[in-house]
Nanobody, 114 residues
Framework: VQLQASGGGLVQAGGSLRLACAASGISRSIASAGWYRQAPGNQREAVAVVSSGGRTNYADSVKGRFTISRDNAKNSVYLQMTSLKPEDTAAYSC?????????WGRGTLVTVSS
């Protein structure tokens, strides 16, 4: 199982980005999936999660600004980020639970300039 994250980049404060995470090497839908982020010098932080049934949960710091979604047909999970703030700058990593085991993708860097 491989997870490929994409969509990071440099954006000004107040801007938007959409991250995508595509799973390959699987023969059935992934269960829960989500995004973590880690800024330099900080601990890794859970950002958002979506269950197999579509239930979502968000960190308080991103509620109302970020939206997680999934497309089971494409084995993909997305993170729509709006109203970005400099404090959102971090490496964002996706994860997915498949057949009871967690898998991680490489991080994609998001930089928000003030």
């Amino acid at each position: 199982v491989q997870l490929q994250a994409s969509g990071g980049g440099l954006v000004q404060a107040g801007g938007s980005l959409r991250l995508a995470c595509a799973a390959s090497g699987i023969s059935r839908s992934i269960a829960s999936a989500g995004w973590y982020r880690q800024a330099p010098g900080n601990q890794r932080e859970a950002v958002a999660v979506v269950s197999s049934g579509g239930r979502t949960n968000y960190a308080d710091s991103v509620k109302g600004r970020f939206t997680i979604s999934r497309d089971n047909a494409k084995n993909s999970v997305y993170l729509q980020m709006t109203s970005l703030k400099p404090e959102d700058t971090a490496a964002y990593s996706c994860y997915a639970v498949y057949r009871g085991s967690p898998y991680w993708g490489r991080g994609t860097l998001v930089t928000v300039s003030s």
